[in-house]
């Protein structure tokens, strides 16, 4: 059976550096922190007391209110990043088969303030069950990719992938093979988090995983610098429209990138550290180049994981080093979520989308708050500190990880 050809024909962002996609741009491209004092609740008592919150957003600009009165926040960052991309396609909605058009979303957690409020509302009552009936609509994570259904008519697969923070990542791949196995024509897929609460702070901070340089917020997510301590917790969302390559050629769609493939592994090695040799990380990029049918050599940049953990960071890069050889001394490497923050489940399409837009630009956003070599890491990696970088890019490497050791790893191309 001969695969379809995918391609990427419309962009939408919300993110802690900017609320669409020209802003997200813009901020990336001038290394712009997003890390700043939460100010979602009173985080005076948490050990860390900043995250990469979104800024100056009202849900009602874009969607109706009663959609937000009956929506987390989650859900309603996936309606807007998915209202931006679809206008930005260019999609008649009218004259499309929308049988034929999916939705697959990335979660890692969803409703998590929704279900805090409901539990510390009855915790703090008289003990009487008196629970919202949007409750658990609201809280689950399935709920996004159904409301963009539901708001637009979309009757093709609809569902979400939950793989920690390889959540929408997963969801990319999963669209990518809908439309190339003839499913689809068309999947509306990326992935949205809000986890910017007290459950959420508190959690990862009993898990020693987040930054705590609350002296100096916006320099405290620094990925692959001898001084990282933990990630920077982030909110917001990405979403992508995917076309079948045909179906966006004969209505003329503007075209971003072809989306050549995919890779998917395992660390099997532990419920939250990476494999101190990276090796599921070795293995997911490796699928990925094999199912995009090209060579290692090919490709001129990465987007890591990089999350400005001690560990994983160290892993991730001796992965590519043992998977691209000699040519990881000509690959722009970079992490994004030095500016950005760790969006969870959102990472892998806010990321995916930055990977594109280095494609449309030829640059590469840079890596910022690095000032102190590591010297676990190879001094050979051009890492693309500080300040971005010109460069010809015509293939693009997007990598993600989640808890549980969940690897995903997309590829993107520049059409000639």
């Known amino acids: 059976m001969k695969l379809k050809r995918v391609v ?44 990469c919150e979104i800024k100056n957003f009202n849900a009602t600009d874009f969607i109706d209110r009663k959609e937000v009165r009956r929506a987390d926040k989650f859900a309603i960052y996936a309606l ?8 930005d396609s260019k999609l008649d909605l009218e004259k499309i088969n929308k049988k034929r058009v999916g939705v697959i ?9 929704t279900f805090q409020q409901e539990v510390m509302n009855f915790a703090n009552g008289d003990g009487t069950p008196r ?17 963009i259904s539901i708001k637009y008519g979309f009757m093709g697969p609809n569902y979400t992938t939950v793989s920690a923070c390889a959540s929408s990542a997963n969801a990319i791949f999963d669209a990518l093979n809908s439309i190339r196995l003839g499913y689809t024509d068309i999947v509306i897929t ?15 901070n009993a898990m020693h995983a987040m930054s705590t340089r609350n002296d100096d917020p916006k320099s405290a997510s620094r990925p692959f610098d001898a001084n990282r301590d933990g990630f920077v917790l982030g909110e917001g969302a990405g979403a992508l429209v995917l076309e079948e390559y045909e179906h966006a050629v004969a209505r003329g ?25 990276g090796d599921g990380v070795v293995a997911v990029m490796e699928n ?44 722009n490497i970079n992490s994004t979520k030095s500016m950005t923050g760790h969006l969870l489940g959102a990472a892998g399409a806010i990321e995916a989308i930055a990977s594109i837009l280095s494609l449309k630009y030829n640059l590469v956003p840079p890596t910022i708050n690095h000032s102190a070599v590591d010297e676990n890491i190879d001094p050979e990696l051009n890492l693309t500190l500080n300040t971005a970088q010109k460069r010809e890019v015509n293939v693009v490497m997007s990598n993600t990880f989640g808890f549980g050791g969940h690897n995903a790893c997309i590829v993107f191309k520049k059409l000639a």
């Open 8 to 51: 990427v024909t419309g962009l939408g962002a919300l993110t802690p550096i900017g609320n669409n996609i020209e802003e997200y741009w813009k901020g990336l491209k001038n290394g712009v922190s997003g890390a700043a004092p939460i100010t979602n609740f009173d985080a005076s008592k948490f050990k860390t007391q900043f995250a």
């Open 80 to 87: 807007v990043t998915a209202q931006e991309a679809l206008e």
């Open 105 to 113: 979303w990335g979660a890692g957690i969803g409703g998590l303030e």
């Open 131 to 147: 629970f919202n009936p949007f409750f658990i609509p609201k809280m689950i994570a399935d709920i996004a990719p159904g409301l």
């Open 190 to 204: 990326g992935g949205s988090e809000a986890a910017v609460t007290e459950a959420g702070m508190g959690g990862f």
């Open 253 to 277: 769609a503007t075209i971003y990138a072809e989306v050549l493939g995919g890779g998917l592994s395992s660390d099997a090695h532990h419920m939250t550290a990476p494999h101190p040799e």
């Open 288 to 331: 990925c180049l094999e199912n995009a049918g090209i060579q290692p050599q090919e490709v001129d940049a990465i987007n890591t994981h990089g999350t400005s953990t001690p560990l994983g960071d160290v892993a991730e890069l001796k992965a590519i080093r043992k998977v691209f050889g000699d040519h990881a001394k000509n690959i």
